[in-house]
């Protein structure tokens, strides 16, 4: 897909709304659209559209892009986020927005631990932290399963091990693991359990 073709989708789209209370986000995942939102692309829709398209999710797992969005548009009032809570303090302290993230399902007080003290020097720990668990999450399984499974573990509800296809659930011993190594982590849900 060329910058020209998505241009003009993203264009048709704002037109048919045709609202000046439209705000719109871009998702930068290229790792699963396999189609890159570009730096150059994004100048362009700014430049037509600079009260419309607001900011960007950046999954990329890649910081120097992260860092390239931040340099290049958050001065305009464009808001970058992070797709990970492993980007937090560099994207706060380089002016970015935050980060949005599927591991906030579960450790949203540790993430906005960062989010609060990116400026002191405690944020550095909080930031330490996020990473430990964020690696936990993702080195088990399938994230979203193992998402629910820690759900369903801190509420004592079983319902939530439930997932649709194409995820499969975890398996008891997977469970059981990655709660242990939360748990030795000092990880807690705070409200849900004991």
Request: glycine letters at 8%.
């Given at each position: 897909m060329s910058d020209d073709g998505l241009f003009r989708s993203f264009s048709e789209i704002v037109q048919r709304v045709g609202d000046d209370r439209l705000r719109v986000?871009?998702?930068h995942i290229p790792p699963v659209s396999?189609?890159?939102i570009t730096l150059g692309?994004?100048?362009r829709l700014l430049r037509t559209y600079p009260k419309t398209i607001a900011g960007?999710?950046?999954s990329s797992?890649?910081?120097k892009n992260t860092k390239a969005l931040i340099d290049n548009f958050a001065s305009q009032g464009f808001d970058v986020f992070a797709g990970s809570e492993?980007?937090?303090l560099r994207t706060l302290r380089a002016g970015g927005a935050g980060c949005i993230t599927a591991g906030a399902n579960v450790n949203p007080h540790g993430i906005n631990q960062v989010y609060q003290a990116w400026p002191s020097a405690a944020a550095e720990l909080w930031q330490a932290f996020a990473d430990r668990i964020r690696t936990i999450l993702q080195v088990q399984t399938s994230m979203i399963p193992a998402l629910k499974a820690i759900i369903a573990h801190f509420t004592a509800d079983p319902a939530w091990t439930t997932v649709r296809p194409p995820f499969v659930e975890v398996t008891v011993e997977?469970?059981?693991?990655?709660?242990?190594?939360?748990?030795?982590a000092g990880f807690d849900m705070p409200g849900l359990s004991g």
């Amino acid at each position: 897909m060329s910058d020209d073709g998505l241009f003009r989708s993203f264009s048709e789209i704002v037109q048919r709304v045709g609202d000046d209370r439209l705000r719109v986000y871009l998702y930068h995942i290229p790792p699963v659209s396999q189609v890159p939102i570009t730096l150059g692309l994004i100048e362009r829709l700014l430049r037509t559209y600079p009260k419309t398209i607001a900011g960007v999710k950046d999954s990329s797992g890649d910081w120097k892009n992260t860092k390239a969005l931040i340099d290049n548009f958050a001065s305009q009032g464009f808001d970058v986020f992070a797709g990970s809570e492993v980007f937090l303090l560099r994207t706060l302290r380089a002016g970015g927005a935050g980060c949005i993230t599927a591991g906030a399902n579960v450790n949203p007080h540790g993430i906005n631990q960062v989010y609060q003290a990116w400026p002191s020097a405690a944020a550095e720990l909080w930031q330490a932290f996020a990473d430990r668990i964020r690696t936990i999450l993702q080195v088990q399984t399938s994230m979203i399963p193992a998402l629910k499974a820690i759900i369903a573990h801190f509420t004592a509800d079983p319902a939530w091990t439930t997932v649709r296809p194409p995820f499969v659930e975890v398996t008891v011993e997977q469970s059981t693991k990655v709660v242990r190594e939360l748990t030795a982590a000092g990880f807690d849900m705070p409200g849900l359990s004991g």
